[in-house]
């Protein structure tokens, strides 16, 4: 049986060095960070989400929102639930019917899916043991500015596209 972590979004940053976004997800406890590279679009429709911004026009994360819901389809969480090759990958767990199933997906579209829908989003222990990770303390905030600025992509696992 795999042990789940659920996580939350600790928010949104820039890699200094690639200038390419990270999405860093946080446990419940505040105590263990998970960070992902994800493509600017990706970023963008995480964003526009975190900070409730309505756009005149259905977004393509928004668009699966609505078939879901049309298919009366529920999703229930999201996992991030493995890393190979220093690529991240995700599971969508839905519902529809009385019939539940997995969806393979990227990480950045599954986060983005579950803030859409508000379903839990949920690491896999096992990739939080492979994966580099920063756990936090009293001065967390600091220490992980500075582990961002000295850590090179490579030694976090990059989300490749």
Do not use: C
């Not at 609505?66 to 990958?89: M, P």
Request: hydrophobic share 45%.
């Amino acid at each position: 049986m795999t042990s789940l972590v659920p996580m939350t979004i600790k928010g949104l940053m820039l890699d200094p060095v690639s200038n390419s976004p990270i999405v860093v997800l946080k446990d419940h406890a505040d105590r263990v960070y998970l960070p992902i590279w994800v493509g600017i679009f990706e970023a963008n429709a995480i964003a526009l989400q975190l900070e409730s911004v309505e756009t005149p026009r259905p977004m393509t994360h928004d668009l699966l929102k609505n078939f879901l819901g049309e298919l009366s389809a529920v999703v229930h969480q999201v996992v991030i639930s493995d890393l190979r090759d220093s690529t991240f990958f995700a599971r969508i767990h839905v519902t529809s019917g009385g019939r539940s199933f997995e969806m393979d997906a990227r990480p950045s579209d599954a986060i983005a899916l579950a803030l859409r829908t508000e379903a839990p989003i949920f690491v896999e222990q096992s990739v939080l043991d492979q994966a580099q990770t920063i756990a936090a303390d009293e001065e967390s905030d600091d220490k992980l500015k500075k582990w961002f600025e000295d850590i090179s992509p490579e030694d976090l696992g990059k989300y490749k596209m």
